[in-house]
């Protein structure tokens, strides 16, 4: 007997020695920065580079990919298995048993390890889930219809009706499964128009994004903005284009996740996109070490929450579903939608009346409202994998058919930035002043969104002009005529402040014959606005 117990003793020791666990390894350095900078269609495409110049974004050290030399290290390290990386943070996502990844602070390009079990980090986590879709893939008994209601409900049909139907706007949709999207009729028009981009599946590491039929999630998501069956069924965004990006596990629920969708958003940038869609959320983890509280859902917290900040912060528009929590113990909205910087979209039914089901805000979200407004996921209409239109429960679907619904209203007032974009939406929805937890600021009217941005104070600088440009000495601002004064700063591609000017009423020219020749950015800012030109200096 004493000799079983301790063999069991061994054994359950052996165990928790080798337990795997999950961290990201932050790095210290980029040493490739300086070289990638100052050539930036080397780490970025021209898509990515004019939208970031359009909306006065700088290309800094975060668009630089990680130091692969750091990575293949960290391959060969005791234990170490490398499952995911982010250029945004400079960190990558491994797992490994505890002592062999403590084991990598010896490496001298290790800045610090975080745990995703808090326990086991030295410094708190402060410091620096999906639903699995149990309510979403109960389909409800097919009602023949199409997406009236839905498209109706946010006034998104007008601007089709205005020939705003997304055309000229990028949106990556990110998600578990992609099932016969290049296949389906549903999707034909789509594909025909060339507007079904590239794809990739960051959990196998595959450029087929078909090939996981694991899920059939995503599919159903697209549908809602992409589907097109005559008299039958159109999506809020049938001209817009597409990347599909498969970032979630369905057969576990491990924090990686959250690291795929990160990498997926870093490429997502590279490439231009102009907005993100996403119907994946995070609370529980198979490893209760890894658990989230609802208390943590503040945008603080989440490794994806942050990333999603970031991401907005390099110009795009997050779209991110609430949640399906709203009947249980959880209740509020899960991570990344908890982030303050994204749309966060709760779900109604087709009367426009609050679901039980759709997450709610809660005090976690300090300063900010939660969910931000929300659209048709009750019943919503839907085209599954079989090509069949459906209905379906679930903020998953109240997420993208108004995620396409802003993309048609970014295309009709294209000079506005992402922030400025949510702000209309929010200002269109019929309880803007009277917000609550349930509804956030409720419907929003698209249609009005595009009103209220055409009243909007033109901008005292968009007359000006810059001449020449290319530049060998002397700039002049062709059409300059103001009252207050004026600051003109230039900025490098490595994001630094090189030239910085005021002009007062009577100067409209501007020497910069000691500045180096190169590609620059040059900002003008009033009091009340800003304007952003590329400058070319020879």
């Known amino acids: 007997?004493?000799?079983?117990?301790?063999?069991?003793?061994?054994?359950?020791?052996?165990?928790?020695?080798?337990?795997?666990?999950?961290?990201?390894?932050?790095l210290t350095d980029k040493p490739n920065e300086a070289t990638a900078l100052a050539d930036p269609i080397s780490i970025l495409t021209q898509k990515a580079i004019t939208r970031k110049q359009n909306h006065g974004i700088l290309i800094d050290s975060r668009d630089v990919p990680v130091h692969e030399a750091y990575i293949s290290d960290l391959k060969t390290q005791t234990g170490i298995t490398v499952l995911a990386k982010s250029k945004w943070f400079n960190a990558v996502h491994i797992r490994g048993n505890e002592s062999d990844i403590n084991a990598l602070m010896t490496l001298p390009f290790v800045d610090n390890i975080d745990f995703v079990n808090n326990s086991l980090?030295?410094?708190?986590?402060?410091?620096?889930?999906?639903?699995?879709?149990?309510?979403?893939?109960?389909?409800?008994?097919?009602?023949?219809?199409?997406?009236?209601?839905?498209?109706?409900?946010i006034n998104v049909d007008n601007l089709h009706l205005d020939d705003f139907t997304g055309e000229g706007i990028t949106i990556a949709v990110m998600d578990s499964g992609f099932t016969n999207v290049?296949?389906?009729?549903?999707?034909?028009?789509?594909?025909?128009?060339?507007?079904?981009?590239?794809?990739?599946?960051?959990?196998?590491?595959?450029?087929?994004?078909?090939?996981?039929?694991?899920?059939?999630?995503?599919?159903?998501?697209?549908?809602?903005?992409?589907?097109?069956?005559?008299?039958?069924?159109?999506?809020?965004?049938?001209?817009?284009?597409?990347?599909?990006?498969?970032?979630?596990?369905?057969g576990s629920e491990n924090p990686v996740e959250e690291s795929y969708w990160v990498e997926a958003a870093e490429r997502a940038d590279s490439l231009g996109v102009d907005m993100i869609n996403t119907s994946l959320g995070y609370r529980v983890f198979d490893n209760a070490n890894y658990d989230y509280t609802p208390a943590d859902m503040n945008g603080q917290i989440a490794f994806i929450s942050i990333g999603a900040s970031i991401a907005v912060e390099k110009g795009i528009l997050v779209v991110v579903s609430a949640g399906n929590a709203g009947a249980t113990a959880w209740q509020t909205v899960g991570a990344?939608?908890?982030?303050?910087?994204?749309?966060?979209?709760?779900?109604?039914?087709?009367?426009?009346?609050?679901?039980?089901f759709s997450s709610q805000g809660s005090a976690a979200q300090v300063g900010y409202q939660k969910p931000d407004v929300v659209?048709?996921?009750?019943?919503?209409?839907?085209?599954?994998?079989?090509?069949?239109?459906?209905?379906?429960?679930?903020?998953?679907?109240?997420?993208?058919?108004?995620?396409?619904?802003?993309?048609?209203?970014?295309?009709?007032?294209?000079?506005?930035?992402?922030?400025?974009?949510?702000?209309?939406?929010?200002?269109?929805?019929?309880q803007f002043t009277t917000p609550d937890q349930f509804l956030g600021y409720g419907i929003p009217d698209l249609y009005l969104a595009k009103n209220i941005a055409l009243t909007v104070e033109k901008n005292s600088l968009e007359a000006i002009k810059l001449f020449p440009n290319p530049v060998v000495d002397?700039?002049?601002?062709?059409?300059?005529?103001?009252?207050?004064?004026?600051?003109?700063?230039?900025?490098?591609?490595?994001?630094?402040?090189?030239?910085?000017?005021?002009?007062?009423?009577d100067y409209s020219t501007i020497d910069l014959s000691n500045l180096s020749a190169g590609i620059y950015i040059l900002k003008l800012s009033s009091e009340a606005h800003s304007k952003i030109f590329k400058l070319i200096k020879h």
């Open 182 to 250: 290049n296949t389906m009729g549903a999707f034909q028009r789509l594909r025909d128009n060339g507007d079904l981009l590239d794809g990739y599946d960051f959990v196998n590491r595959n450029t087929d994004v078909y090939a996981n039929t694991a899920s059939s999630h995503g599919t159903r998501v697209l549908s809602t903005m992409a589907g097109f069956v005559p008299d039958e069924f159109v999506g809020t965004a049938p001209d817009a284009s597409y990347y599909l990006f498969l970032t979630e596990d369905v």
């Open 474 to 505: 002397k700039l002049n601002l062709i059409g300059l005529s103001f009252l207050d004064e004026i600051k003109v700063s230039i900025y490098n591609q490595l994001g630094q402040s090189v030239f910085i000017k005021i002009l007062q009423n």
């Open 121 to 153: 980090d030295a410094i708190s986590r402060q410091e620096i889930n999906q639903d699995k879709n149990e309510i979403e893939d109960e389909s409800i008994a097919f009602t023949y219809g199409d997406t009236q209601n839905q498209v109706e409900m």
């Open 336 to 356: 990344p939608a908890d982030s303050p910087d994204v749309l966060s979209i709760g779900a109604v039914d087709a009367n426009g009346d609050y679901v039980a």
């Open 1 to 26: 007997m004493l000799r079983k117990f301790t063999l069991l003793l061994l054994l359950l020791l052996t165990i928790n020695s080798y337990a795997q666990e999950d961290a990201w390894v932050y």
């Open 375 to 430: 659209a048709r996921g009750g019943s919503a209409y839907v085209i599954d994998e079989t090509n069949t239109i459906t209905q379906n429960n679930g903020t998953s679907f109240s997420g993208p058919i108004l995620c396409g619904g802003v993309a048609s209203l970014w295309q009709a007032i294209p000079d506005f930035s992402a922030t400025e974009i949510m702000d209309f939406v929010r200002e269109s929805a019929f």
